[in-house]
């Protein structure tokens, strides 16, 4: 049984890519093949709309999607096979995710100069990660788009909802390059705006529940970044966190639709839409990453979970802000 085990997660990661595979005919060469650890709601958002784009600029165009199984130890496993199936754009989903792909495509290219380009996806710091030197151009072989919600006015939401806030506490993975983006972002936020910040590191979803109960117990509210851990667990944060009293703010729009009471960041679909906008440009229009600089979503909208607000006693924001925002 031992020795089948490595026979079996392979098995496991040629089902998924298999199961999540779309397009053409079985032995065409993928225009574009979609890798990324586990389906969640948030990747779905950015999936969907990246092939909705694709549809609509390039009809016949093959799509395939491959992921980990929700396995950190798989990625690489994932990665390669997606690259193996020579794909004409390699589009990477998430930071971790991202940073692998861009390994191994620069790594086949000192072999092999037919080697795809990649189009990274909600990266919240790509020059961080070592993808790009700067958002104004992509690099030799990648090109993307980053998420990157401003987390002062997340900070800034909260207060203005809750007017005797005084204390935030933040969940996030310590192990996840952009969730420790957000955290650093959200402490200089809270201490700008006069609110206290505490922050607890979680590293695995089992953990969540309980560290949301503990978190509930000394803060006044919640609020999650850009961590693939935390988006995931949206639902399970904001579940865990009303009955107790406290709302969930967050920096993506899916968070919101989950059980987060508002938000002031990403719509996933626009990750998504983007996404496929520069990879068309290379397999369609013959652009090369480096004349393409990363499209950055920064600005970020309003969102609120009438329900939510409702459930927690939360005055309807209507009344509190001019700006236009999406309502869940």
Do not use: W
């Not at 979609?34 to 009809?59: C, G, S, T, W």
């Not at 000192?110 to 020059?127: C, H, I, N, R, S």
């Not at 009293?245 to 002031?264: I, N, Q, R, Y």
């Amino acid at each position: 049984m031992r020795r089948m085990f490595p026979l079996l997660v392979a098995l496991a990661i040629f089902m998924a890519v298999g199961l999540t595979g779309c397009g053409g005919g079985g032995g065409d060469r993928p225009d574009f093949a979609l890798v990324y650890k586990e389906p969640h709601p948030v990747i779905n958002a950015i999936v969907d709309a990246f092939r909705q784009k694709v549809r609509e600029e390039m009809p016949n165009a093959v799509v395939t999607t491959h992921h980990a199984q929700g396995s950190d130890a798989e990625i690489r496993v994932a990665v390669r096979t997606a690259l193996d199936q020579n794909p004409r754009v390699l589009v990477p989903i998430t930071t971790p995710v991202s940073i692998e792909a861009a390994r191994q495509v620069r790594a086949k290219a000192a072999q092999d100069p037919e080697t795809p380009p990649l189009v990274f996806l909600g990266v919240t710091d790509p020059v961080g990660a070592g993808l790009v030197e700067a958002f104004a151009a992509g690099g030799e072989f990648c090109t993307g788009v980053s998420d990157n919600p401003p987390m002062d006015r997340v900070v800034g939401l909260a207060k203005e909802l809750l007017p005797d806030l005084r204390s935030m506490g933040m969940l996030y993975d310590p192990r996840d390059q952009p969730a420790v983006v957000s955290a650093e972002r959200v402490r200089a936020a809270c201490k700008a705006q006069g609110v206290t910040l505490e922050l607890k590191k979680v590293s695995s979803e089992s953990e969540i529940r309980a560290a949301t109960r503990a978190l509930c117990g000394a803060v006044d509210a919640l609020v999650i970044g850009m961590d693939n851990l935390m988006m995931k667990n949206a639902g399970l944060i904001a579940r865990t966190a009303s009955p107790l009293g406290k709302p969930l703010f967050a920096a993506d729009s899916e968070a919101v639709s989950m059980g987060a009471v508002a938000g002031v960041g990403v719509d996933y679909r626009d990750v998504g839409r983007l996404g496929a906008e520069l990879a068309i440009s290379i397999t369609r229009d013959g652009r090369v990453p480096s004349e393409l600089p990363v499209r950055q979503l920064s600005t970020g909208s309003l969102h609120y979970n009438d329900t939510a607000l409702r459930a927690l006693g939360i005055a309807s924001p209507e009344s509190k802000s001019a700006a236009p925002a999406k309502r869940k």
